[in-house]
């Protein structure tokens, strides 16, 4: 069955310019991955890892360098300018509530809006029913009064709500959401992965998931993408990768999330220097930081093998590694 959302090879360089000089900066480095229709894929890192970038490229919001992103097996970047059929098919929720909506207007105009663009609802009346169905959807009652108030007049959580509910407009089949959580208290947040979780179960809508909390990604997505300084250095189901991270940055990963049971099992990675840079050169970009470096590390780019069935790692060192489980579910 052909995946839903086929992302290969995927590069995006920007030109940065230093003084009179202009060099290009690599954020994003030969990254694949594919999403199966009705399946959540978080994409896992640390700020500056890239996630954030690739979830733009999908979105064509920036253009990549170079590779090839397929919709439904569908050439997404054929043309200069998004065809509607993608944007029906895919969009995006971005990661500040507060910026992504225009406080000129109102909940239901950015409602509307997108329902008007791709002809959903044939009058003005119609589309005030569709809105009004969207807000109940994503939990905001009443829809009628939620419709009339502008977009300062709401929390954060609500924001976020009707972003949800504007991208939901079109009906799409893939939902890229940018850390949407966030922003937001640690007390709404769950709320938020519930309806995202209750979207992908009840209307079989894939998730491309980026956030830098494990948990999350554990709780909301089937599949993890471990991305460092552009690069792809580990995947595989959630629940593996947390248990038993084979790569020594998904291993610093997991060692920092907090743990009331302590985390007994696993190993820290006391070595590793937090502040070092990436590697710039052909080697490998956690060398600076790897507790396990070795000379090759730092000349040779590790390719991205399979260790297990459906995981990938990046690590010259992955056949030597034994598995320690994490602890616990």
């Known amino acids: 069955m052909t995946a839903l959302l086929s992302v290969c090879g995927l590069t995006k360089e920007f030109a940065v310019r230093e003084g009179w000089r202009t060099r290009q900066v690599r954020a994003l480095s030969d990254v694949s991955f594919d999403v199966d229709r009705g399946e959540a894929v978080a994409l896992v890192g640390e700020s500056g890892s890239g996630k954030s970038t690739a979830a733009r490229l999908v979105a064509r919001l920036l253009p990549p360098t170079r590779g090839e992103i397929r919709v439904a097996g569908r050439d997404a970047l054929a043309g200069r300018r998004p ?19 225009n406080p000129v207007h109102t909940v239901g105009y950015h409602l509307a809006r997108p329902l008007a663009l791709h002809r959903r609802g044939q009058s003005a009346d119609e589309r005030a029913a569709l809105v009004h169905r969207l807000l109940e959807t994503v939990g905001l009652l009443p829809p009628d009064e939620l419709a009339r108030k502008h977009v300062h007049e709401l929390s954060g959580g609500q924001r976020q709500r009707v972003a949800i509910a504007r991208a939901l407009a079109v009906e799409p089949q893939l939902i890229l959401a940018d850390e949407p959580t966030s922003m937001l208290d640690a007390s709404i947040r769950m709320g938020l992965l519930n309806l ?134």
Request: hydrophobic residues 40%.
């Open 83 to 101: 065809p509607r059929w993608f944007r029906s098919q895919v969009q995006m929720i971005f990661q500040d509530p507060f910026g992504s909506l």
């Open 196 to 329: 995202l979780a209750e979207l992908k179960r009840e209307r079989g809508i894939a998730l491309v998931f980026i956030t830098h909390d494990l948990a999350s990604a554990r709780y909301l997505a089937e599949r993890t993408v471990v991305l460092f300084a552009g690069h792809v250095v580990e995947s595989g189901p959630s629940a593996d990768v947390m248990n038993e991270p084979a790569h020594p940055y998904t291993r610093l990963l997991v060692s920092s999330v907090p743990d009331p049971r302590g985390c007994a099992g696993l190993r820290p990675p006391a070595r590793a220097r937090a502040g070092a840079p990436a590697v710039s050169g052909a080697g490998c970009p956690f060398a600076e930081r790897c507790p396990d470096v070795m000379d090759r590390c730092r000349s040779e780019l590790p390719s991205l093998e399979p260790i297990s069935p459906g995981r990938l790692v990046r690590c010259h060192l992955y056949l030597q590694r034994v598995m320690t489980p994490v602890g616990g579910g």
